[in-house]
């Protein structure tokens, strides 16, 4: 992969990549001076036009084959890790990359540019590496999107995983008095004031569940509720009874979501908690079948055994 960049105030800043892979990892170090910043519209196609005077540095050392590159910008950025010494990101620096998926930065990118995030409607996954403590840069971007947001906080071997669910806003005419007013969808735009001063306050994230319950599909619902169970970062006990029972009275429907996402690890969290209810475990197993899961399905059946075993009839004379 190949870098454009400048040198300002003895550390880089990345103006443009070229590459082959659309997965984009931006390196630590450029020639010894660490990586820091991110130019304006670094990874969109809408730049006016390409800065002269940059200096050029190949990854890895090895000359690529300039006639398979290609700028990496706009369509064809699919995600980007950003390095733990990357501090701050230019104006419009994702501007139009509509197929940007992931996203992954440390807790040190404090400054995000104005527009950074405009265009980029496929963006449904952040990964911050926690290294100086609580508080992150994630408010900043969620507030810039509407779309469904997983997110996953990482200290060393510990992780919080959260799910920001889609929000949107409708101009809604009231014809006779003749006033618009804005109607709020989804739940979102509440899961988005879940911060405090850049940190995550988990009693309040998980208060919403009641509010996501009358807004948002079962499938959002069932992926945050084993996110805090299986990532359970300053969860409480009642917190964790309420997600516990949305499984029991839902338990169908998130079985069906579970086994049509191949969802193994939220199905062995089912066995772990010993949420298991036989009817509901039966109607997975005949859906697994009917959809070819067969993995999924070997998992249902010796749990089936396991947990509800057929009773054997005895006879008298």
Known sequence: MRFHYRIENGSVEIVRCFGRDPHIVIPEKIEGRDVTRTAAYAFSSRKEKEEEGVLIFESGGLQTVREEERLLAGEDVVSVSFPDTMEQIGRYVFYGCRNLKDLAFSDRLRDIGSGAFTGCSSLEKLEVRMREGSRSC??????????????????????????????????????????????????????RQCFYNREVDYRKYDALFSVAKVHDKTEVLTDLVFARLMYPAGLTGAAGQEYEDYIRQHQPEVLEHLVQTENMDALREISRRNLWQESALEAALEYAASEGKTEILGFLMNEKHERFPVKKTKYTL
């Open 138 to 191: 994630v408010p900043e971007i969620l507030g810039d999107l509407w779309q469904r947001i997983d997110v996953s906080f990482l200290w060393g071997d510990e992780e919080a995983r959260l799910v920001f669910p889609q929000h949107y806003e409708e101009a809604v005419e009231n014809t006779p008095a003749r006033i618009l007013f804005t109607q709020h969808h989804g739940s979102g735009n509440n899961y």
